[in-house]
Nanobody, 121 residues
Framework: QVQLVESGGDLVQPGGSLRLSCAAS????????MGWYRQAPGKQRELVAG???????NYADSVKGRFTISTDNAKNTLYLQMNSLKPEDTAVYYC???????????????WGQGTQVTVSS
């Protein structure tokens, strides 16, 4: 059974920092493309940052220079270090794991339950 469990969301003041974690089980973590998405009230879910099995990263323009995505393959854990937080970063943050299209044509995509990040004074 695949599980992605996020943690680390909290209420933080503007300019503050948080680190989100996503503990993965039931998947071969190192071969998946991992990502953080977020969804604010009334808005669509959007990609925040992604990281490939080879360590390549990509970020939404709105978080470049402030957020850092990383993995610890030994712990099957994905992280998102968020610095210089702004009120517009307020959202539910979701962890995602995507296998890509495998040799047999199948593809697996999994989501965590989300963790709330609120940036407010």
């Amino acid at each position: 059974q695949v599980q992605l469990v996020e943690s680390g969301g909290d209420l933080v003041q503007p300019g503050g920092s948080l680190r989100l974690s996503c503990a993965a089980s039931g998947i071969i973590f190192s071969i998946y493309v991992m990502g953080w998405y977020r969804q604010a009230p009334g808005k669509q879910r959007e990609l925040v940052a992604g990281i490939t099995s080879g360590g390549s990263t990509n970020y939404a323009d709105s978080v470049k220079g402030r957020f850092t995505i990383s993995t610890d393959n030994a712990k099957n854990t994905l992280y998102l270090q968020m610095n210089s937080l702004k009120p517009e970063d307020t959202a539910v943050y979701y962890c995602n794991a995507d296998s890509g299209v495998l040799r047999d044509g199948t593809r697996y995509n999994y989501w965590g339950q989300g963790t709330q990040v609120t940036v407010s004074s």
